[in-house]
């Protein structure tokens, strides 16, 4: 120690910007920060935040949930409301006709006609409830009386990728958190051995977009969702290395464990460094529980034929959808599959031929959709799962070119069933051609609302500081939907 007290062996060469202002003038400057700190409220948040080492630690909502966990069945590329869930006998009068309600400017491509264009398709009454329904969605018939029909839906973009963020992040532009990330910042992980927040792609490929659509935004990197693959390994580069024994690992993981400790201790409030710890920790478990969940062969002949895994037309479908079950009675809050993929007739985007288009995503679906209700409800575990079902948008009651459909969001179908909401139930009204909502419109705020509503969370609660604002899944808009609530 010198005269003067200070001790310059631990003198150090490099300052942050927070030990300076911590150290600078005898610490005045220390205080002054504490102060705007606590004035702000913020500096509860990281005493709160250097006593959380497990990110994904489980947490109470803000009421009691009606649902434990979300499987979102994304069809990506935008099925069609009048040809699946939303039958309009006036496309039947006006077929070939131009309709007084096209606008020119809703249209994304040039091609595309004012002129009605009946579907190709025949509806039924299903169920007890005489939900109409499509032809194409045979089995999914059987269980009408679990779905909650909502066809006024309404978004903001006829563009995939906006339309894609918006669905999935409430927002027009990427960088945002994702709806499952933003579930498993509120409530965390009820499973401590796999992610809190999975993702499957189709086998054609993935959404525009890609990982923007999964991504955790400015929220801490645990939150983000996980790609899984249904088979081989589900997470690619789990595995250690063959000579790599499990106690060398675990070892190797102790002792990164102890430096990260260490530096969080010199750092606190540190949010990345914990979720890096927690994301090693959970790693070195699902080296061992993951491969187990992919295990689909191990369930019963009767549960692969129930999902359609004896087909070869619904055999990846169906195999993704059983993994979903097989992930949501382990814990895992939120999982997410896309149907379709790559572009144009790959996905649900029909411009080049609806019928074409939607035989193939239809008969693709609709038995793994149905098994996995089934499945659930005789597990008992559909009240506690709510599934959604839909599209970034839906397609336009017009032609585009001779036999296909464009983009539509002023109106269109998505479905939702299980997890506290009535079942067989149709909800809002488009217009006579299925053109726009007319009817008890439901905005994509609006079923962010009620699907965080249905799992213990206020969308007006949920908040994460960023930028010096309160930010949320659903802006500054959202309502619950009390009438579908169980």
């Known amino acids: 120690m010198t005269a003067c007290g200070c001790n310059w062996g631990k003198f150090k060469r490099f300052w942050s910007r927070r030990e300076l202002l911590l150290t600078a003038g005898g610490g005045f400057a220390g205080l002054a920060l504490r102060y705007l700190l606590d004035r702000d409220g913020l500096l509860a948040r990281a005493e709160e935040a250097r006593q959380v080492h497990n990110p994904l630690a489980a947490r109470p909502g803000h009421h009691p949930p009606r649902a434990r966990a979300v499987i979102f069945l994304f069809c990506y590329g935008g099925p069609s409301q009048v040809d699946l869930f939303d039958p309009k006998p006036a496309l039947e009068k006006w077929h070939g006709k131009p309709i007084p309600v096209f606008r020119k400017e809703d249209a994304f491509f040039a091609d595309t006609k004012p002129t009605a264009f009946k579907s190709p398709y025949k509806f039924f009454k299903c169920g007890q409830s005489g939900i109409e329904m499509s032809e194409k969605f045979p089995e999914l018939a059987r269980c009408a009386d679990e779905l909650c029909v909502i066809r006024s839906m309404h978004a903001e973009s006829n563009n995939h990728a906006p339309a894609l963020f918006q669905m999935n992040t409430g927002f027009l532009l990427p960088g945002r958190p994702s709806m499952g990330s933003w579930v498993t910042y509120g409530l965390g992980s009820a499973c401590d051995n796999l992610p809190a927040f999975v993702v499957m792609w189709d086998w054609r490929g993935g959404p525009i977009g890609g990982a923007q659509n999964w991504s955790s935004g400015f929220l801490p990197a645990a939150y983000q969702g996980t790609p899984f693959r249904t088979q081989g390994d589900p997470i690619v580069d789990l595995r250690p290395p063959a000579e790599v024994t499990p106690e060398q690992q675990r070892a190797r993981l102790a002792l990164l464990d102890r430096f990260n400790r260490e530096h969080l201790a010199r750092h606190p409030g540190d949010s990345d460094l914990a979720a890096r710890i927690a994301s090693y920790e959970l790693a070195f478990r699902m080296q061992m529980a993951a491969p187990a969940v992919v295990d689909v062969d191990a369930e019963p002949e009767y549960i692969r034929r129930l999902y359609g895994l ?6 990846y479908f169906g195999r993704q959808c059983l993994l ?10 939120f999982v997410q599959i896309y149907s379709g993929g790559g572009h144009q007739q790959q996905s649900w985007d029909a411009h080049f031929g609806i019928k074409e288009n939607h035989d193939l995503h239809c008969a693709e679906t609709d038995k793994p959709i149905a098994g996995l209700i089934t499945d659930l409800k005789q597990r008992g575990l559909l009240d506690s799962t709510l599934i959604i079902w839909g599209g970034e948008f839906g397609r336009l009651p017009t032609n585009q070119g001779s036999v296909g459909r464009d983009h539509n969001p002023r109106g269109f179908t998505m479905w939702l069933a299980g997890g506290g909401v009535k079942g067989g139930m149709v909800y809002g009204a488009t217009d006579e051609f299925g053109y726009a909502a007319v009817e008890k419109p439901v905005a994509v705020h609006d079923l962010h609302a009620t699907c965080l509503y249905l799992l213990g969370l206020d969308h ?20 619950v939907l009390y009438d579908i609530l169980a």
């Open 310 to 315: 004896d087909h070869p037309t619904t055999a």
């Open 460 to 479: 007006k609660k949920l908040t994460f500081r960023h930028q010096g604002r309160d930010m949320r899944l659903t802006d500054v808009q959202g309502e």
């Open 324 to 333: 979903a079950r097989r992930l949501v009675e382990r814990g895992v809050r």
